[in-house]
């Protein structure tokens, strides 16, 4: 696992030692950040359920503003904070160690939300539906899934989200853009 470009490129990032937490592999992340390349420098990331951090941490390497890494399993907390003292970037970060659900109710005014939560849990659902229920997106926010391909997702409210669906394999990754302005 590495940062594959920007202020970080190249850094190893420290791998998680069970199979609780499941990084994302290098070309699902690799193709997530060529999807939203141009709407990562000076973002405000929401990495919930961030295992080890890898995909808040490409963020910040790409010139995200800032990132808040949201866990509760102390290992992913540990993990995290440990692969941002390796690439560097702490300055611009928060680590949390919450319920992701909890947290996401608190959470405001972000330009990109990444969710990549455990497969088989209900996680992922409830998030989206958290999110399609109150505003904490800025304009032209964007949220990313992370998901099994045989998932289907709960429909975002037409009026205020397009979406986009890309599969790797077995993975699917969504994107909903919100479309209105605040």
Known sequence: MRVITGSARGRRLREPSNYDIRPTTDKVKESIFNIIQFDVPGARVLDLFAGTGQLGIEALSRGAESCVFVDRAPEAVRLVTENLKA????????????????????????????????????????????????????????????????????EPPAELFSVREYVYGRIKLTTMTRNLTK
């Not at 949390?96 to 497969?119: E, N």
């Not at 304009?139 to 992370?146: A, H, K, L, P, T």
Request: glycine share 4%; aromatic share 6%.
């Open 87 to 154: 690439t560097g970037l702490e300055a611009r970060a928060k680590v949390v160690k919450s319920d992701s659900i909890a947290y996401l109710r608190s959470a405001r005014d972000m330009d990109i939300v990444l969710l990549d939560p455990p497969y088989a849990s209900d996680l992922l659902e409830k998030a989206l539906n958290l999110l399609f229920g109150f505003d904490i997106l800025r304009e032209n926010g964007i949220i990313i899934c992370e998901s099994d391909v045989s998932l289907t997702l709960p």
